[in-house]
């Protein structure tokens, strides 16, 4: 093991040399007073957030650190010179939050505050660290309760940070969120147990329920959130909200979450240009859900595409009436594969592959997409049934080439809000039920599916199929 880690040391080394940036090392065995070297390593974390400055590297060896505050880098890195805090490669870190119950005199639970928090920072990586039991967020990016010097939008000075590689198990917040931050990656993350509102310190004040979501975006700008594993947690999985603005939500995957598997959610003001593509969700309530639940707020701009929604007990796609269910506009819908989304006697009343339930919308465009297998219907809206289709018209909802299972002819039941969902699926629409090269085993690359006409200007160009994945074959 030694002779490993010293073969890794050298190649460290050498790395470190081309960008000019010392080395600081962590491990169970070392003293803070010490220098942080490779044989004489700090005895924690803490102190190596310190003394890093810009193009620095802290190296923690594997184990499991058992800690009693916060982990807080105190200096920035710049362009060309980031800070990293990473694993020993080859080994394993998990950072222990059970022991931290105060933060700035105030109770943990009671605050929007991480184990591992970046606020008021920049140029800073945090690479294969891992997480559990924080009676708060796991990871925190940005804006803080407990820091209040960076308020969000008068002093947005959090930007240019990536979290990679990294986990967080068990939480009473989100695993990671990002507050009001700029030009951040989250990447190939794995999040678990997260909003647990029973992992708490008894001196909480309870709500009806644990704050946020898995992975909260609030605010940012310039963000992207892909390759990540959300599941088995309490609420949402990944969420988009606020006043969020230019972010790529890509290459993810949610399962075995009771709510919203992905959320667009405006508050506060206008969330705009979020694009949500190439992702996964399946065993959840829904699939994907746009919302503006705030005062004064306005979703614009929202692209869901090349995305595979199956097995949900609700909607696959859902236009939700939560809140103050203020307008959407210029939502883009195009070349996702929803597959057997809805049960039965779902409270939300009938429940299918595309919900508009909300007819607060408009300027909404539904193209190229497979809805197969939907429990009470394909496509369905909250218009009256006399509204239809000179509602859609008149609101600029265009749904057409689709590839759908064909219509179901359910009875209406009355859900949530006492809102009903009528099941109608426009002309210009192809009824077909493809086959997948092997559903059962969630492989729902399409054997041999029509052609779609493609004749078609939309605003963003689909594929030239339908559904999510290129067919094996297609037919005229």
């Known amino acids: 093991m030694k002779t490993t880690r010293f073969l890794l040391y050298l190649i460290l080394m050498a790395s470190n040399l081309l960008t000019n940036g010392k080395e600081y090392f962590v491990a169970h065995y070392g003293l803070d007073d010490a220098l942080g070297t490779y044989t004489n390593p700090f005895g924690s974390i803490h102190q190596a957030c310190i003394v890093a400055q810009a193009g620095d590297t802290v190296t923690v060896f594997g184990g499991e650190y058992y800690i009693d505050k916060q982990i807080i880098p105190q200096n920035s890195g710049k362009a060309g010179a980031w800070i990293t805090f990473r694993s020993m490669p080859g080994e394993k870190v ?9 933060a700035n005199e105030k109770l943990f639970t009671s605050q929007s505050a991480g184990l591992f928090q970046i ?20 990871i925190l990016v940005g804006y803080s309760s407990n820091l209040p010097e960076a308020a969000p939008e008068e002093k947005r000075n ?17 695993g990671i969120s990002v507050w009001y931050a700029d030009s951040v990656i989250v990447t190939s993350c794995e999040i678990t147990r997260a909003n647990d509102i029973d992992f708490c310190l008894p001196e909480t004040r309870r709500g009806h329920e644990a704050p946020h979501e898995a992975i909260s975006i609030c605010g940012a700008r310039h963000f992207i959130i892909s390759n990540n594993h959300v599941h088995h947690c309490y609420k949402e999985g990944i969420d988009c909200k606020e006043v969020s603005s230019h972010g790529l939500i890509c290459n993810n995957l949610v399962h075995d979450v009771p709510r919203q598997a992905y959320y667009a959610d405006a508050w506060f003001g206008l969330l705009e240009d979020i694009e949500f593509r190439n992702n996964i969700a399946h065993s959840s309530a829904w699939g994907f859900a746009i919302s503006v639940e705030g005062k004064n707020s306005e979703a614009r701009n929202i692209r869901i595409h090349n995305n595979l929604v199956y097995n949900m007990k609700g909607a696959g796609i859902l236009f939700g009436l939560w809140g103050e269910n203020r307008l959407r506009s210029d939502i883009h819908i195009y070349n996702n594969t929803l597959y057997k989304c809805g049960s039965e006697g779902w409270f939300s009343g009938n429940v299918g592959s595309i919900d508009i339930l909300s007819t ?18 394909e496509i369905g809206f909250g218009f009256k049934k006399n509204e239809l289709p000179e509602a859609l018209e008149k609101q600029n909802i265009i749904v057409k080439n689709n590839l759908v299972s064909g219509t179901k002819n359910k009875e209406v039941r009355i859900g949530q809000f006492d809102a009903k969902v009528i099941e109608y699926i426009p002309a210009e629409n192809k009824i077909g039920t493809p086959k997948y090269r092997n559903s059962s085993f969630f492989d729902f690359v399409p054997v041999n599916i029509p052609r ?5 200007k939309w605003k963003y160009t689909p594929s030239p199929w339908y559904g999510a994945y290129e067919p094996l074959k297609m037919t005229d």
């Not at 998990?94 to 105060?102: K, L, P, W």
């Open 94 to 102: 998990i950072f222990d939050g059970q022991f931290i119950t105060y």
């Open 119 to 138: 606020t008021a920072k920049e140029f800073i990586h945090v690479k294969e660290l891992h997480f559990r039991n924080s009676y708060s967020v796991g």
């Open 158 to 174: 959090t930007r240019n940070i990536k979290i990679e590689g990294c986990s967080v198990n068990r939480s009473f917040n989100s």
């Open 360 to 377: 607060n919308c408009r300027d909404v465009y539904i193209y190229n997409n497979i809805c197969d297998k939907g429990f009470d219907y």
């Open 452 to 456: 779609p006409k493609n004749d078609d």
